[in-house]
C-alpha cells in the first residue's frame, strides 16, 4: 500500500506541474530565425527534456510494476515449494518433481516482466494520447522545435546538403572544410592544406601556460578597401574633432565632403544634439545630411530654416520631434529646396504637408519619404499637381499606402526612380496595380525597388517589368516570396532576347526563397557583364555550383562570363556557400570589394585572398 501510495503522489505532483507550465509567446532569436529563412534541424531543449522525463517515468513504473510483481511471485514461489517439498517427500530424485521450482521461476518471472512493461507502456501511450489534444492549442508557440520546420520558405523543397563538411587539423588544430568523398582513414585526411603543404606559419597558436590576464592589443583597422593604410592628416584631423565636438566652437571652411563625415561620425556615436548641430548650420550651405536627429528638438530643426535659407538638398533621418510648426519654416524658409529626404516626421498634419508640397512646386526633383502615418492620399494628390517635375519617389512604411495610391503616382511624366516598400500589414499592394503602374512610367525608369510587397508575383515580372521596363538598371525584390524561381528564369531569359546590350547594375532578391539555380543562371547570362552589386541573402536552394557560377564555372566544367565588374556581394544564410566557392569568387572577380557570408559555416580561414577584397561574417581561427 504504501508504494502505490508513493506513485499516486508522484503521478499526482507531475499532473501539477504539467497544468502549471507556462508557455509564453515565440521567442525573439526564433522569431528572427523565421524572419531570415533559418532552419533549425535538431530539437530544442524542451522536447528533450520532455522525451526524456517520459522515458524515465515508464521506466519507473515498469521498476516498480517488476518489484511487486517479483514480490508476489516469490510468496507464491515459497508456498508451492512448501506444499510440494511435503507431497515428495518419499522420492530421492527431483527429476520426477511435475514442475520444479528452478525450471518455472526464472521463466515466469520474464514472462510476468514483459507483461508488466507491455501494460506499463500501454497505459502511458495511452496518456499521451489523451494529452494530446491538450496541446495542439500550443503548437504555435512551439513550432521552431519541428524537425521539419521550413521558416517561412514558400517551397516545400529542402535547402540542398552541402558538398563540404569542417574538420579540425590534428596538427595544429585550426579549423579546414574537406569533400564529402574525401577518404577520412588515412592520416593525412587530418591535416589541413596548410599542414599538408609543410608551412609552419599556419600552425595553430600554443596554450597559454600563463594565467595571468595579457595585456589588451589593438590592431589595425583596415580601410573600405581592406588594406591596412596609414591614415591622411585630413581625416586624423576629422576624428579628432568628432572626438571632441563638444569642445568644438566652429568647422570654419572645410568643405561639404568633410561636414558629411563629421556628421555621419557624430551620428553614429549618437553626439548630435542641440548644441552640435549648430556647428553645421550657415548661409552659405547648399546640402545639409543629419543622421540621427533624435536628440534634436524642434527649435534646433527650426534653426535649419532660419539659417540655410539656401539649401538645395535636405536630409533628415530619425527627425521625429519635427512639428507642423517646423515645416511651415521650412515653407516660407527655404525656396531653393529641389531634394527633400525625411524618415520619421510622424507629428506633422496633412495641411502642413500640402502647404509644404505647394511651396516647394516645380522645381522638387527627388521626394523621399518613410515611416509617416499622417501622409495621406490627399498629400499624395498635392505632390503630383504641384510637383510634375519630380524625377525620383521613395515611399517606405507609409500607413496609409494603398492600390489607390499607384494610380495617383502614374501622372508623373518624368519619374525614373521608384520606390514603393513595405507597405502596412494587412493593405497588400496587389499585382494588378503594379503592372498598371509600370505601363504608364515603367518605360522611362531606371531605378525600381518593391521590397516588402509580398503580393508581387510572377505575373509582375512577366507582364510589368519585362513588357514596360526596358531600362532598368536598378532591381530591388527583397522579400517578394511570391516570385518563383520558374517566373525569375522566364523574365531574364527574354529580357536578354528583347534587349541582348543591357543588362542590370544593381539586383537584389534577398529572401526570395524559391529561386534556384536556374534563376541564377538566366541572371548572369543577361547581367553578368554589368553587375555591380548582387545580393542573394537567404536563397538557401541555390547550391555550390549555382555560386560557382557568379565566378564563370558552369556544370559540366563549362567556363562562362564571370561578374568582372562585381564589387559587392552578399551570400549570407546560403549554406552552400564554401572555400571552394570563395577561392573561385576572390580569383575570377578582380573587382570584389565587398563579401558578405554571415551564416555560412563552411567557411574557414584556410584560402588565402586578396588584400582588397573584404570579407564580413566569416568565422576564423582567431
Not at 98 to 104: D, K, L, Q, R, V
Not at 601 to 619: K, N, S, W
Request: aromatic residues 4%; contains cysteine.
Amino acid at each position: 500500500m504504501d508504494r502505490r501510495q508513493h506513485r499516486q503522489e508522484q503521478t499526482q505532483n507531475q499532473n501539477r506541474r504539467r497544468e502549471n507550465r507556462v508557455r509564453g509567446p515565440t521567442s525573439a532569436l526564433s522569431s528572427f530565425l523565421q524572419e531570415h529563412g533559418i532552419r533549425v534541424e535538431n530539437r530544442s531543449r524542451r522536447r528533450i527534456v520532455q522525451h526524456q522525463q517520459e522515458r524515465s517515468h515508464v521506466q519507473h513504473a515498469v521498476e516498480t510494476s517488476m518489484q511487486e510483481e517479483q514480490v508476489q511471485t516469490e510468496t507464491v514461489t515459497e508456498t508451492r515449494t512448501a506444499e510440494r517439498s511435503s507431497q515428495v517427500q518419499e522420492t530421492t530424485s527431483i527429476l520426477y518433481m511435475p514442475e520444479t521450482t528452478a525450471e518455472s521461476t526464472p521463466s515466469r518471472q520474464r514472462r510476468t516482466r514483459s507483461a508488466a512493461a507491455s501494460n506499463v507502456i500501454a497505459r502511458a501511450s495511452k496518456g499521451k494520447k489523451r494529452r494530446k489534444g491538450k496541446c495542439e492549442s500550443d503548437e504555435s508557440d512551439n513550432s521552431e522545435d519541428e524537425d521539419s520546420n521550413d521558416a517561412g520558405t514558400s517551397s516545400s523543397r529542402q535547402p540542398p546538403e552541402p558538398r563540404t563538411r569542417i574538420a579540425f587539423c590534428t596538427k595544429c588544430n585550426n579549423r579546414f572544410s574537406h569533400l564529402l568523398d574525401r577518404n577520412r582513414n588515412s592520416e593525412a585526411a587530418q591535416l589541413c592544406p596548410s599542414c599538408l603543404s609543410g608551412n609552419s606559419a599556419a600552425a595553430g597558436p600554443k596554450p597559454d601556460r600563463n594565467p595571468r590576464a595579457k595585456k589588451r592589443r589593438f590592431r589595425a583597422v583596415p580601410s573600405s578597401g581592406g588594406i591596412v593604410q596609414v591614415l591622411s592628416l585630413q581625416d586624423i584631423c576629422i576624428n579628432m574633432i568628432a572626438k571632441y565636438i563638444d569642445e568644438v566652437e566652429e568647422f570654419g571652411e572645410i568643405g561639404t565632403e568633410n561636414l558629411d563625415k563629421i556628421a555621419k561620425i557624430i551620428s553614429r556615436n549618437r553626439k548630435l544634439n542641440n548644441q552640435t548641430v549648430r556647428l553645421f548650420l550657415g548661409p552659405m550651405l547648399r546640402e545639409l545630411s543629419l543622421y540621427d536627429c533624435a536628440y534634436v528638438d524642434r527649435h534646433a530643426l527650426m534653426n535649419i530654416g532660419h539659417f540655410c535659407f539656401n539649401l538645395r538638398q535636405l536630409k533628415l533621418i530619425y527627425c521625429g520631434d519635427m512639428t507642423s510648426e517646423v515645416l511651415d519654416t521650412y515653407s516660407a524658409r527655404l525656396q531653393h529646396l529641389r531634394s527633400v529626404e525625411f524618415s520619421g516626421p510622424y507629428l506633422v498634419l496633412e495641411d502642413s504637408w500640402i502647404k509644404f508640397i505647394k511651396s516647394l512646386g516645380v522645381r522638387l526633383e527627388r521626394f523621399v519619404l518613410s515611416h509617416c502615418f499622417r501622409f495621406n492620399t490627399a498629400c499624395m494628390e498635392a505632390l503630383t499637381e504641384h510637383c510634375p517635375n519630380l524625377q525620383a519617389l521613395e515611399l517606405s512604411h507609409i500607413s496609409k499606402l494603398n492600390d489607390a495610391w499607384l494610380d495617383i503616382i502614374g501622372k508623373f511624366k518624368h519619374l525614373k526612380v521608384l520606390k514603393v516598400a513595405w507597405p502596412a500589414e494587412g493593405v497588400p499592394i496587389a499585382p494588378k496595380s503594379v503592372i498598371h503602374l509600370l505601363s504608364k512610367v515603367g518605360h522611362q525608369l531606371t531605378e525600381l525597388s518593391l521590397p516588402g510587397c509580398t503580393e508581387i508575383n510572377d505575373d509582375v515580372l512577366l507582364k510589368g517589368i519585362l513588357e514596360h521596363c526596358p531600362h532598368l538598371k536598378v532591381l530591388n525584390l527583397e522579400e517578394c516570396d511570391a516570385v518563383s524561381s520558374e517566373g525569375m528564369e522566364s523574365l531574364f531569359t527574354s529580357w536578354k532576347l528583347a534587349h541582348p546590350t543591357s543588362g542590370l547594375e544593381q539586383l537584389n532578391v534577398s529572401r526570395c526563397r524559391r529561386l534556384e539555380d536556374g534563376a541564377i543562371k538566366a541572371i548572369l547570362a543577361h547581367s553578368a557583364r554589368t553587375l555591380t552589386y548582387l545580393n542573394l541573402h537567404s536563397v538557401n536552394h541555390l547550391t555550390a555550383g549555382g555560386l560557382e557560377m557568379i565566378a564563370g564555372k558552369y556544370e559540366k566544367d563549362k567556363e562562362g562570363e564571370p561578374c568582372r565588374r562585381l564589387k559587392s556581394l552578399n551570400v549570407s544564410f546560403v549554406r552552400a556557400m564554401d572555400d571552394f566557392v570563395l577561392k573561385r569568387l576572390s580569383t575570377h572577380c578582380p573587382e570584389l570589394k565587398s563579401l558578405e557570408v554571415w551564416g555560412c559555416p563552411q567557411l574557414t580561414g584556410q584560402i588565402t585572398l586578396p588584400p582588397a577584397l573584404q570579407i564580413h561574417g566569416r568565422e576564423s581561427n582567431e
